[in-house]
């Protein structure tokens, strides 16, 4: 994604969230209105190790699990303009630029 963006010429601030954590406020204001459950990687193996039902978690519980381990955040995140592009979708990434 990243290599597909510097081709394109497509000027990319990038952070490591990792190191980086984002505050509860950043990461609502991040989704804006995509539902919370679009950032959150069920496929994770540390979702997966917790075991619990995606059926069952609000918003509220979604949030505080991927601040407290970011690995539970969909990589990556790309945000054009309002636009929240969430996975390696080139195609979805490239229509944001026509």
């Known amino acids: 994604m990243r290599a597909w963006l510097h081709e394109n010429s497509v000027p990319l601030s990038e952070r490591d969230f990792f190191r980086d954590p984002f ?3 950043e990461l609502r204001n991040l ?3 995509t539902p919370v459950s679009d ?3 069920y496929r994770s193996p ?3 190790a917790l075991d619990l039902s995606a059926d069952t978690l609000d918003d509220s519980i979604l ?3 991927m601040l407290s381990e970011p690995r539970f ?3 990556p995140i ?3 303009s309002e636009r929240l592009i969430i ?3 080139q195609a979805a990434l490239a229509a944001a630029f026509l």
């Open 31 to 33: 989704l804006g209105d």
């Open 78 to 80: 790309i945000k054009i």
């Open 73 to 75: 955040i969909r990589r």
């Open 63 to 65: 949030i505080r699990l």
């Open 39 to 41: 950032l959150v990687s």
């Open 87 to 89: 996975s390696p979708n």
């Open 23 to 25: 505050t509860e406020t």
């Open 46 to 48: 540390s979702f997966k």
